[in-house]
C-alpha cells in the first residue's frame, strides 16, 4: 500500500505525551461504555493494557519505581499501573472520589521517573470524563502538531505568552 507518514511505527516513534493522552483517553471512554463503573481497578488495567496494545502502542504494567535517596536505592514497592511509550504513567482506580493523596502520588511518580505526563483514572465515576485527571511534570506546552517552526507572526507571539504564563504559574 501507500507509505502513511501516521502508521504504527511512524506514531510510536513520534507521538508526544499529548497525542497518547489522546488515545489512552479514547480507550477509557470505550470501556467505560463497554463494562461501565464499578469493577475492580484489575479489570480495567487488563483492558485497557489490551486496548493500548490494539493501537501497536508499548505498555508496560505494575512498573516498579524505585526511589533513591543520597546513594541508596529504595525498592519500597511503589508502583505505577501501566506505562505507555516511557512518556505517559496512567494510574487506574475504581473508588468512590479520588482524593488529593492520590494526585501526589502520581505527581511524585512523575517526578522520580522524569516523565511529564501522567493520567489519574476513575473508573468508577457515572461520567469518566469527570474522572480524568491529567498531572504534569514541566510537559512544555507547545503542542507536537504545530511546531515552533511554523509559527510566525501574530500566532508566535500568542504562543510564546501563553508559555510565560504557563511558567510563571
Known amino acids: 500500500g501507500a507509505f502513511c ?19 489512552i483517553v479514547e480507550c477509557c471512554l470505550k470501556i467505560h461504555r463497554t463494562l461501565g463503573p464499578g469493577l475492580l481497578e484489575s479489570v480495567y488495567e487488563e483492558v485497557l493494557n489490551y486496548e493500548l496494545k490494539k493501537h501497536k ?3 508496560k504494567r505494575q512498573v516498579g519505581i524505585p526511589v533513591i535517596y543520597e546513594s541508596i536505592k529504595l525498592d519500597i514497592g511503589f508502583k505505577a499501573d501501566i506505562v505507555v511509550e516511557d512518556k505517559v504513567i496512567i494510574e487506574l482506580k475504581s473508588v468512590e472520589k479520588i482524593m488529593p493523596v492520590h494526585k501526589k ?10 516523565i511529564k505526563l501522567g ?8 461520567l469518566i470524563k469527570n474522572g480524568i485527571t491529567r498531572i504534569v511534570n ?10 515552533r517552526r511554523f509559527l510566525s507572526g501574530e500566532r508566535l507571539r500568542e504562543r510564546l505568552i501563553s508559555i510565560y504564563v504557563f511558567v510563571q504559574s
Open 5 to 23: 507518514p501516521w502508521s504504527a511505527f511512524a506514531r510510536n516513534n513520534y507521538m508526544d505525551e499529548n497525542g497518547l493522552s489522546k488515545i
Open 57 to 59: 502502542l508499548k505498555c
Open 105 to 114: 502520588q502520581l505527581l511524585t511518580y512523575l517526578k522520580i521517573t522524569k
Open 119 to 126: 493520567l489519574l483514572i476513575n473508573f468508577n465515576d457515572e
Open 138 to 147: 514541566n510537559l512544555y506546552p507547545l503542542r507536537a502538531s504545530c511546531p
